[in-house]
């Protein structure tokens, strides 16, 4: 990992800590490739949920989500971090509020893979597969935290 990187992920990682209780929009710090168009899209979806992002354009993201301790068979094309939590791929906006209401201990939620039809990933017509969003406990095991059909 390079020097430049640990630093923006370190210096992200204090921006999410800081905030003051009671905080009115949560704040997401996501890194991406500058190049991708869905993970821009999932930025808008979570601005659109009451969100306010912070993005970081990395040229590759397994540095992210290395960092949060998110187990790579549950990568996906970004890695973000909100309130402690890492957030991998397309999250909607709906777990990720739940998850800040709800607190478990955990390393947090992936939506490993690209699914059609998941928050930007959406598709001309509606379809869509079905997925599930992964609660990531602290040893890296998961549990269905939201099923999408």
Known sequence: MNRR???TALAAA???HALPAGAAAPQVVVFKSPSCG???AWVD???ANGFVVTVTDVADTSGPRKLASVPAHLGSCHTARVAGYAIEGHVPAS???RLLKERP???GLSVPGMPAGSPGMELPGG???PFDVL???RLGATRVWSRYA
Do not use: M, N, P
């Open 5 to 7: 990187f640990a630093l």
């Open 135 to 137: 609660l990531v406990d």
């Open 14 to 16: 204090a921006l999410v």
């Open 45 to 47: 979806h979570l601005k």
């Open 105 to 107: 201990d955990a390393i």
């Open 127 to 129: 379809d869509r597969d």
């Open 95 to 97: 777990d990720i509020h």
């Open 38 to 40: 869905c993970c821009a």
